[in-house]
């Protein structure tokens, strides 16, 4: 499927290139290595314009269309799908800010944020909640003219780095889903207290960690969205996010195989190239296969979304099968390039957790399945 991009989009492809190239690929290897969560290159991708990709344009921003931003993971993942999720997060903070904050808010944190000086962090879940959102148990507790956040979240993205904190947190148990908000946290607020990296297979670029809030307090001002509205814009930036995932799988692919072919071509066996070996060309062949097939379910998905739509299953579809495809097509990769492929020199291996990764992350692979399946299944009007 091929989407036309407006001449703007197609610059923001090319400058997002360049900056992989030069700025993501050369480190990306020692980053994992040393367990590093590059703030430095976050903000350097800031100062490149990528930091509010999705925000509008009259706000700072570059108001891309969905079907581009994922052409710009795409390129990104191939070099670290770590960063790249770091980076996404972060302009997922913003883009909901910009989109959901009042003026206020956005005078005070999107001038910073695009600019690098100041890191976002989605903050959903929770240790014991996993994928159920409707279960958080954290509290929002109204005193006098502020709100007192009590709780604890898990696997946040950008946790051991932020200055942002959004925090969703319930204000009335009994409510459900319709009395969780959205508060605005800063990183220096009294009561919140960032827990150390999460020691992973891989992905450390991604600076994943938990917070507790003690009750953390903070102003009316900082209420982002509102009981039941907040869980709503959850809801659709999982959607979106499920999506996005799909790409940066895409991009791990793409470059694992590219790695792949490039490496049979090369390598003498037999008195000639690996490459003509009709048992790798086929498995290769297949992986290309799952790519174009993955790459059709991303960008339908991202087309329906810029269409106004909600995408959910269409969503569900992709990030189920691009997960697996790359998780599977990667292995594949380090397959045809023998033990070659699981040294460190190679990025393959730092894909393949990455690809493991993916299948957890915005809705396990089980969650897509149960989006999937009440589409299958509707229930039956009584």
């Known amino acids: 499927m091929q989407t036309e991009l407006t001449a703007k989009e197609k610059a923001l492809i090319e400058v997002v290139a360049d900056f992989a190239r030069d700025q993501v690929a050369p480190f990306a290897a020692q980053w994992e290595v040393d367990r590093v969560v590059p703030v430095e290159t976050i903000a350097a991708a800031a100062k490149a314009g990528l930091a509010g990709v999705l925000v509008p344009p009259d706000m700072g921003g570059r108001g891309a269309r969905y079907v581009a931003a994922i052409q710009a993971l795409d390129e990104l993942a191939g070099h670290c799908m770590a960063f790249t999720l770091a980076l996404w997060v972060h302009n997922n903070v913003a883009n909901g800010i910009a989109r959901g904050g009042n003026d206020e808010q ?119 969205l509102g009981p039941g509205d907040g869980f709503k814009a959850a809801m659709k930036g999982i959607n979106i996010a499920r999506v996005c995932v799909g790409a940066m799988c895409c991009g791990m692919m793409r470059a694992s195989l590219a790695r792949a072919i490039a490496y049979a071509q090369e390598r003498k066996a037999f008195g000639t190239t690996t490459a003509n070996f009709q048992g790798l060309q086929w498995m290769l062949a297949d992986v290309a296969t799952d790519l174009e097939a993955a790459r059709l379910l991303t960008y339908r998905a991202a087309a329906a979304m810029d269409a106004g739509g909600t995408a959910m299953v269409e969503a569900a579809h992709a990030k189920k099968f691009a997960t697996r495809a790359a998780l599977k097509g990667i292995a594949e990769c380090m397959q045809a390039m023998g033990a070659a492929g699981y040294r460190t020199e190679y990025p393959l291996g730092r894909h393949l957790a990455n690809a493991k990764m993916a299948q957890f992350l915005d809705g396990t692979t089980e969650i897509q399945n149960v989006v999937i399946s009440r589409a299958l299944f509707p229930p039956l009007e009584s």
Request: glycine share 14%; net charge positive.
């Open 106 to 224: 956005r005078k005070r944190y999107l001038p910073a944020m695009l600019r690098g000086e100041r890191i976002g962090a989605f903050c959903l879940t929770e240790p014991g909640v996993g994928s159920d959102a409707t279960a958080i148990t954290t509290t929002a507790r109204k005193v006098g003219s502020d709100w007192e956040l009590t709780g604890e979240k898990a696997w946040i993205t950008n946790g051991v780095a932020a200055d942002v904190y959004a925090v969703y947190a319930q204000t009335d148990l009994n409510l459900g889903w319709r009395g969780i908000a959205c508060f605005l946290v800063d990183g220096g607020t009294p009561g919140l207290v960032r827990g150390p990296a999460y020691t992973m297979m891989g992905s450390h670029a991604m600076g994943v960690s938990g917070i507790r809030l003690d009750r953390c307090r903070i102003p009316e001002r900082n209420v982002l």
